[in-house]
């Protein structure tokens, strides 16, 4: 089974700190995500790589930034964080190519509240 | 760009019901499209996803979905509900040969005894 690991499940900072969300997959995937979600808006993109030290931005990716090193792991830093950064931080990862059709697979999530 | 509408934000049904939770998507292009589930405190895991071929897809336990061009949609259907399908449902489209998966709002489905 594809396994997507994240270190924190729940986090508590302060305003105005820098935060690490790591995350790391077992499958050898190409692809990497970071989602955030939000009641009633879903799961909205904020950036993705598809190979390492590549990464795209996606729907919302302001405030936010990430690194990814290697293949397995993939961060996402908050560089300042807000209260309005208060969510839930699903990491993902998926392999590349027609069989898969991008299925992807998820971490277990990040419940990061902003005080 | 590929956009996803989920009918309902809430279903309630009683147990043993059958149930269709509702997606619409809209693409200019060929998409994949998925049924993802969340339970309580829990990442999401893929339920059933349609590449291509046959219309009806069959999933985990015991949903299924259908998908239909002309009316771009892609219901989730199951015929008889259990209290242990209490969970968020998640639809998704995916740009065939594209990298990003863009997610509906969720339907939040409240099985009741």
């Known amino acids: 089974d594809v396994k997507v690991t994240q270190s924190s499940r729940y986090l508590v900072k302060r305003t105005g700190e820098k935060v690490f969300l790591e995350c790391v997959q077992d499958m050898d995937h190409e692809n990497m995500f970071w989602y955030r979600q939000d009641p009633g808006l879903g799961l909205r993109l904020i950036y993705f790589s598809y190979d390492v030290k590549m990464k795209e931005k996606g729907d919302i990716p302001e405030g936010y930034s990430v690194s990814r090193e290697k293949k397995e792991r993939f961060s996402l830093i908050l560089e300042s964080a807000s209260t309005n950064q208060t969510s839930m931080y699903l990491c993902?990862?998926?392999?590349?190519?027609?069989?898969?059709?991008?299925?992807?697979?998820f971490g277990e999530g990040s419940w990061l509240t902003v005080v | 760009a590929q956009s996803v509408t989920q009918l309902d934000s809430q279903v309630p049904v009683f147990e043993e019901a059958p149930v269709e939770l509702r997606c619409n998507y809209s693409?200019?292009?060929?998409?994949?499209l998925f049924w993802y589930v969340q339970y309580p405190n829990q990442g999401l895991q893929l339920l059933l996803k349609?590449?291509?071929?046959?219309?009806l897809v069959k999933g985990i336990n015991g949903f299924e979905a259908e998908f239909n061009k002309s009316q771009t949609s892609f219901h989730l259907r199951k015929p008889s509900v259990h209290i242990s399908d209490t969970a968020e449902y998640f639809c998704?489209?995916?740009?065939?040969?594209?990298?990003?998966?863009?997610f509906g709002a969720g339907t939040r489905l409240f099985v009741k005894a």
């Open positions: 349609y590449l291509s071929g046959s219309t």
């Open positions: 993902a990862s998926s392999p590349p190519g027609e069989s898969s059709g991008n299925t992807i697979y």
């Open positions: 998704a489209v995916s740009r065939v040969g594209g990298f990003k998966t863009i």
């Open positions: 693409s200019s292009v060929s998409v994949y």
